[in-house]
């Protein structure tokens, strides 16, 4: 059972920056798929952004150019790199994961983290 736990969350002015950091326990991390979703309160839970097992990107359009996702294989951990922040990035961000590549292409993961709550001010 693979477990993950974020980190780094927080309340930050509108324009800054915060990193996010999931780390995860159990089976073999380089044959792990990754992701981010986020939770807006009275919103429902949507996708942020992905990393395959091999590095392939996806990013959703609302956080092209400014959210940034990267992975360290050998800490066990993926980041995301969040930048020029505005207010409506403020939600609980969950990192999420699967060994199955078909099931990140569809947004469907196994495992969850319990969630980071990032706030930015305006």
């Known amino acids: 059972q693979v477990q993950l736990v974020e980190s780094g969350g927080g309340l930050v002015q509108a324009g800054g920056s915060l990193r996010l950091s999931c780390a995860a326990s159990?089976?073999?991390?380089?044959?792990?798929?990754l992701g981010w979703f986020r939770q807006a309160p009275g919103k429902e839970r949507e996708f942020v952004v992905a990393?395959?097992?091999?590095?392939?990107?996806y990013y959703a359009d609302s956080v092209k150019g400014r959210f940034t996702i990267s992975r360290d294989n050998a800490k066990n951990t993926v980041y995301l790199q969040m930048n020029s922040l505005k207010p409506e990035d403020t939600a609980v961000y969950y990192c999420?994961?699967?060994?199955?590549?078909?099931?990140?292409?569809?947004?469907?993961?196994?495992?969850w983290g319990q969630g980071t709550q990032v706030t930015v001010s305006s």
């Open positions: 999420a994961g699967t060994y199955s590549y078909a099931r990140l292409l569809k947004y469907v993961y196994d495992h």
């Open positions: 159990g089976r073999t991390f380089s044959s792990y798929n």
């Open positions: 990393i395959s097992y091999d590095g392939n990107t």
